[in-house]
């Protein structure tokens, strides 16, 4: 039972590197998310996916790219990273985006960005 | 502004004391408010959808309830174990989830 699988658990990054955080999820939901989890601050969605082949700009999208590479996978793209990208991502997935949205999340990639 | 306040930003009780944790919420329509724990390290763990005020869900030694501008936890005698944090999402009519920061929720033996 895997659930929702990230990887990786922990990166440090250099400003100005890129890297992409991996998310793969094992009970053919259709909807999966990407947050960023601040000290004091709710979840803030990034981008999300509703279905297979479509995504969509969530709160705080900008300095990030995200690819649906199938049905099973979702991953989030940093291309020129920035000390304030440093934070925890959550990967999450829901069967639908419906009012039976519960999302089931992932054990998180924390990300330092000096 | 849409938005979701939680209180207390932190909670320490003993172990057996029986408290509240808050939820309060301004949004466009309610579709859904959900409870969520979180233990260090790791991901949001799914407790409770609620949908309609007056609805309440139990499980356990924790109780929500839901009111037309806000919700509640109760930890009834509440363990150690159930230390960890505790968030609060609004799902709107436009299906944008709005998370609340948390609550942090310390039991001690």
């Known amino acids: 039972n895997a659930g929702v699988t990230q990887t990786p658990k922990f990166q440090v990054l250099k400003t100005g590197q890129s890297m992409t955080l991996q998310c793969a999820q094992d009970m053919n939901h259709n909807s999966m998310y990407w947050y960023r989890q601040d000290p004091g601050m709710g979840l803030r969605l990034i981008y999300y996916?509703?279905?297979?082949?479509?995504?969509d700009k969530g709160e705080v999208p900008n300095g990030y790219n995200v690819s649906r590479l199938n049905k099973r996978e979702f991953s989030l793209r940093l291309e020129s990273a920035a000390p304030s990208q440093t934070s925890v991502y959550f990967c999450?997935?829901?069967?639908?985006?419906?009012?039976?949205?519960?999302?089931?999340f992932g054990a998180g990639t924390r990300l330092s960005v000096l | 502004e849409d938005q979701v306040t939680q209180s207390p930003e932190a909670l320490r009780l003993q172990e057996g004391e029986s408290s509240s944790l808050n939820c309060s919420y301004t949004?466009?329509?309610?579709?859904?408010l959900f409870w969520y724990r979180q233990d260090p390290g790791k991901g949001p763990e799914f407790l409770f959808t609620l949908y309609s005020a007056g609805e309440e869900k139990e499980k356990e030694r924790l109780k929500a309830t839901l009111t037309k501008k806000e919700s509640f936890l109760h930890i009834t005698a509440p363990k150690p174990e159930d230390s960890a944090t505790y968030l609060c999402a609004v799902l709107e009519v436009g299906f944008k989830t709005i998370f609340g920061a948390g609550t942090r929720l310390f039991v001690k033996a």
């Open positions: 999450a997935s829901s069967e639908a985006r419906g009012s039976q949205n519960i999302q089931y």
């Open positions: 996916s509703a279905s297979e082949g479509t995504t």
């Open positions: 949004v466009s329509g309610l579709r859904g």
